[in-house]
């Protein structure tokens, strides 16, 4: 079973920044794309950012464009978090697409993603 282990998050004042990072554990895991959800009390679960890495495409929710900043090194991917604000508050999920099971991926779509990690806190005061 492969599993998305994620760290990184916790609790920053608005405007500051945060790193999150994910790599995938247990069987091996060939990517071919990794991205962030992220789900805010009361509210659904909503797309951040996605890459994929054949050609290391960068995708990004409107709410963060120019904010966050996602990428990858071999095995593991990263989400920059800057000037957050209040509204970033979330539990932040990672979730990876197997090279071995994808076929018509959509980077938003939750349901395209096969594994997912328990979730990392992002608090943000203002």
């Known amino acids: 079973q492969v599993r998305m282990v994620e760290s990184g998050g916790g609790a920053v004042q608005a405007g500051g920044s945060l790193r999150l990072s994910c790599a995938a554990s247990g069987r091996t895991f060939r990517a071919y794309a990794m991205g962030w959800f992220r789900q805010a009390p009361g509210k659904d679960r909503e797309f951040v950012s996605a890459i994929r890495w054949s050609d290391d495409s960068t995708y990004y929710a409107d709410s963060v464009k120019g904010r966050f900043t996602i990428a990858r090194d071999y095995a593991k991917v990263f989400l920059n978090l800057n000037n957050l604000t209040p509204e970033d508050t979330a539990v932040y999920y990672c979730?990876?697409?197997?090279?071995?099971?994808?076929?018509?991926?959509?980077?938003?779509?939750?349901?395209?993603?096969?594994?997912w990690g328990q979730g990392t806190q992002v608090t943000v005061s203002s």
């Open positions: 979730a990876g697409v197997s090279r071995d099971y994808v076929a018509d991926w959509v980077a938003d779509k939750a349901f395209d993603y096969d594994y």
